[in-house]
């Protein structure tokens, strides 16, 4: 199923259409955010997509503007100072893992190898935790 995109708006417009179609929560600026459940995302009202309203008659819906993220208004809360904690402590961790892929080394024969690897990163951890699982054959 195809979604339709999304309309293009006044910010008038658009803080209107957050009045309206999101029965949840009010929104008194476009600068507003909201932290999205589904993807985990701080999102605000202009990153918000509007979309619908075919030929003006059609219903006008609201959605994450994450990709692949179907979230509605009601998947999106307002952020709290243990949310925005939680929000800034995953980018860290982004950061991090983005730095350790940065520091890779690519060999000869194509394969990609860290040039010095954490004790505590995540796949080692993932890996003594998955071991203990594995199938004899």
Not at 36 to 52: E, H, P
Not at 114 to 128: G, Q, T, V
């Amino acid at each position: 199923m195809a979604l339709s995109t999304a309309i293009k708006l006044s910010d008038q417009e658009k803080l209107e259409a957050l009045r309206r179609l999101d029965q949840f929560r009010q929104w008194h600026s476009l600068d507003q955010k909201r932290y999205c459940l589904v993807c985990g995302k701080l999102i605000s009202g202009r990153q918000i997509q509007v979309a619908g309203g075919t030929r003006g008659n059609g219903p006008l819906r609201l959605s994450c503007p994450t990709e692949r993220c179907n979230s509605i208004p009601m998947d999106w809360v307002l952020p709290t100072d243990e949310i925005l904690a939680r929000v800034e402590k995953m980018a860290a961790e982004e950061r991090k893992v983005s730095a350790i892929k940065a520091a890779a080394v690519t060999i000869s024969n194509g394969k990609t190898v860290p040039s010095h690897k954490p004790h505590n990163d995540f796949m080692s951890r993932l890996l003594k935790f998955a071991l203990p699982f594995k199938r004899h054959a």
